[in-house]
């Protein structure tokens, strides 16, 4: 991540969960792609790796993005927000897409029904 | 908002705070602005009214954005993402950004010290 824009993780709010909002954009397109949960360990994981990683509030995992299905995330930029509560985190997208639903960005589908 | 794509409030998962993350997004060229929370009642106003209105977690209460900066934010299309707990909105930012700090995009500044 040398020269890469990043943040430091020192600065990052993180809420009562110990958890911040990250918003994943398409570099390339500038599609808004998901938006998913850090914890520090993933963040710093995030930063060291250059891909994303995220916590998994479902399944209170850490969750390496593309570890089964391919579709990794490599980070261009990470920005942190003017309070310092939201990461905005710009990538390559491998693979189809961004959704477990196979669509690019998670916002191109409809939601299931609750 | 007739023809707009927008979400059914119905189907949109409010946290346990009643509350559902927000990005608002520049629909002219991509840029992500912020990140914001909405609950159902700012989720109604902005439907209706077409602008953004959110949910201030920090002064616990309705905001209107742009009632007292000008800076409204006119909304272009509304999306949910597929597991219902996020939205996506994509706006004409009126004014010289949606940052309290002047900026254009909330992730152009460096966050202030904790």
């Given at each position: 991540m040398s020269g890469v824009r990043s943040v430091?993780?020192?600065?990052?709010?993180?809420d009562d969960r110990g958890l911040v909002p990250a918003i994943v954009q398409d570099a390339d397109d500038g599609r808004v792609l998901m938006l998913a949960y850090m914890n520090a360990e993933s963040l710093g994981?995030?930063?060291?790796?250059?891909?994303?990683v995220f916590w998994s509030r479902s399944r209170r995992e850490l969750w390496a993005k593309g570890d089964t299905s391919g579709e990794v995330q490599h980070v261009v930029e990470l920005s942190l927000d003017c309070d310092g509560d939201t990461i905005l985190v710009?990538?390559?997208?491998?693979?189809?897409?961004?959704?477990?639903?196979?669509a690019r960005?998670?916002?191109?589908?409809?939601?299931k029904e609750a």
């Open positions: 430091d993780p020192l600065a990052v709010h993180f994981r995030t930063i060291a790796e250059g891909r994303t710009r990538v390559h997208q491998d693979g189809g897409g961004a959704c477990h639903t196979g960005s998670c916002f191109d589908v409809a939601p």
